[in-house]
């Protein structure tokens, strides 16, 4: 059908006779000469015609138009010099066509142009209903072809340097009480029952390594029943790595050289080995968040010790009541006007949606001078404004935002500010890529609603040995690894003794009958030679996104589902024929009233 590809072409062809199929990009009459952008995957070429020297495919270069599929033979020749193109790869050479064949013509009006030279704005619904035009497109083809480059990067890593073999886990499993939603799937041949699609490979990675595999790996694919967000689905991709006998030291190694391997080899970069580090608890106090963006610096100062006595009764009693007090120092702050941090301000607005109930504020001005509310400014000793000036470093121009209550809300509304402060005051550089780890989480968070402990990765990470005593406050051996402050993967060392295990099952509420009735198959593998082993897993998506520089994984996925879990483009989900469901002993109890 071909003997090339259609960017492949360079002037060291010239003269070549070649034949190429793909996707008329663009047609141009001019003056009686035709010219064609022909594209397939590999990019596009210049295809001319015309009634002199290419007589016999003049005629049918006049009816083609826009993604019509050709298949066009002819010479391959230097253009002139007045008509190089340094912007295609192409762009020294074209196709005089001896013959154009036309293999099947588009019979509707197009939804939307495709060209790559098209800039036009496409609505997203739009664009998922006819994905399979969307992906001829140049910015999605480009994001496939860079999700392939990763892939390939990792596989080529793992198994040529690192000696992991692939390993398929089922997808069909059973339901896990931790964790998100389940997607759920009837039992036909049992009735009654139900599988559970996987939320992860975990369970079965790990009985993997009791059977000895050592080091494995697999592109999985994963399901969570959730609310969507942009960098969400309810089916996604993770790159799942598990391994045997090897230290947290030694895991972060290797995982930071598989990172380091996919940057040099997919977009040429040199990253700094090694990564730095933190603690969850060094993050949270200096940024107010377990994924902090480390690209710019506005750090987080706790001033509690400083105004738990004054007079502002905010400030005293946040700290009373168990809360903290923290201040986010904006040098040059003079740039943010006193409307902003007011109600119905952005920034106000930006607090109030983490949870704060407002923004107090404190201009620093000539001579350690302070602007403020009065409310502050007249119940503030000389000696608390002076400290709280030499601990938060601020000079005159400094802007001082306020953050005073419990220390969750306090955190998260000014991480949100320092964010969002942070970019509009130019401080973040878009091309600048940092990567660091994040260790020691705590093992277990308080289920408000639930009213008791849950584990914050998942029951199965290991806790630290010195903290076996009491696990309601023991750190996890969990690792993070944070890119430009978005978690691209997370993994921890993994309990392998069953006493711990169960310690962990009991500590989460779990009693002995449900730990055995949901994981004991796992509890009896632990009983037969389970060696100490760790992993780490990857959200492939994300990933892909954050290197093809779009905001949404939606865009490096090639046939998403919407926020709303749908796919526009099949209509899924249906509904089904009341003979399905009665196969199946299901009977619906949806009103839509």
């Not at 009816?63 to 253009?79: F, M």
């Not at 079965?204 to 050592?214: H, I, S, T």
């Not at 969990?478 to 392998?496: C, K, M, P, Q, T």
Request: charged letters at 25%; hydrophobic letters at 35%.
């Amino acid at each position: 059908m071909r003997t090339h590809y259609c960017a492949t072409l360079r002037a060291t062809d010239l003269e070549q006779t070649v034949t190429l199929c793909g996707w008329v990009d663009r047609r141009r009459d001019h003056g009686g000469v035709i010219f064609i952008d022909l594209r397939d995957r590999s990019g596009v070429v210049q295809i001319v015609s015309d009634p002199e020297r290419t007589p016999d495919s003049y005629s049918d270069a006049e009816k083609l138009r826009n993604e019509y599929v050709v298949r066009i033979t002819g010479r391959v020749s230097a253009r002139p010099t007045d008509s190089l193109n340094p912007k295609l790869p192409t762009g020294e050479i074209e196709i005089y066509a001896d013959c154009i064949e036309l293999l099947n013509a588009v019979h509707q009006q197009l939804p939307f142009q495709v060209a790559s030279s098209d800039s036009e704005t496409v609505r997203e619904d739009l664009r998922l209903k006819y994905r399979y035009l969307d992906l001829r497109r140049d910015r999605m083809a480009r994001n496939l072809q860079l999700r392939h480059a990763v892939v390939k990067a990792m596989r080529r890593f793992l198994e040529d340097q690192e000696q992991f073999i692939e390993v398929e886990t089922p997808i069909l499993t059973r339901s896990t009480p931790e964790g998100a939603r389940d997607y759920l799937v009837p039992s036909r041949v049992n009735p009654g029952e139900w599988y559970a699609l996987p939320q992860s490979p975990q369970l079965f990675k790990q009985l993997l390594m009791v059977a000895g595999c050592d080091r494995y790996y697999q592109i999985a694919r994963c399901f969570r029943d959730e609310d969507l967000r942009a960098d969400r689905q309810p089916e996604f991709t993770q790159l799942d790595m598990e391994m045997s006998f090897m230290s947290q030291e030694e895991i972060l190694a290797l995982n930071e050289a598989l990172i380091c391997h996919i940057f040099k080899t997919v977009k040429g970069v040199d990253l700094p080995r090694p990564f730095p580090r933190l603690t969850y608890a060094e993050a949270m106090d200096r940024y107010g968040c377990d994924r902090p963006d480390t690209r710019f610096g506005l750090e987080l100062v706790e001033v509690s010790d400083i105004l738990k006595d004054c007079g502002f009764k905010v400030f005293s009693s946040a700290v009373k009541s168990g809360g903290m007090i923290k201040v986010l120092p904006i040098p040059g702050g003079d740039q943010i006007s006193n409307m902003r941090i007011k109600p119905g301000g952005d920034l106000f607005t930006e607090a109030t949606i983490a949870g704060a109930k407002g923004i107090a504020y404190i201009r620093v001005r000539e001579g350690g001078e302070i602007d403020t509310i009065g409310a502050i400014k007249d119940n503030l000793t000389p000696e608390q404004k002076a400290a709280l000036l030499a601990k938060t470093g601020a000079e005159p121009g400094t802007l001082l935002l306020f953050g005073a209550g419990d220390t969750a809300t306090v955190n998260k509304s000014l991480d949100r500010l320092r964010q969002v402060v942070g970019a509009q005051l130019g401080m973040i550089d878009p091309d600048q890529v940092n990567l660091l780890w994040v260790t020691d989480f705590p093992m277990f968070e308080y289920n408000a609603d639930e009213k008791r402990l849950e584990a914050l990765h998942h029951p199965f990470t290991a806790p630290h040995p010195e903290d076996l005593a009491d696990l309601t406050t023991a750190r996890a051996q969990a690792y993070d690894v944070i890119y430009n402050g978005i978690e691209i993967g997370g993994g921890s060392l993994r309990i392998y003794q069953r006493e711990v295990q169960e310690k962990v099952f009991s500590t989460i509420g779990l009693s002995d009958e449900e730990a055995r009735e949901k994981f004991g198959f796992l509890l009896n593998a632990f009983d037969y030679g389970t060696p100490p082993h760790g992993g780490i897993a990857y959200g492939l998506d994300r990933l892909v996104m954050l290197l093809a520089g779009e905001d949404s994984i939606r865009d490096v996925i090639a046939f998403p589902k919407t926020q709303q879990a749908r796919s526009l483009l099949t209509d899924a989900p249906a509904g089904v024929a009341d003979s399905q469901l009665k196969e199946l002993y299901i009977a619906s109890t949806y009103d839509p009233e």
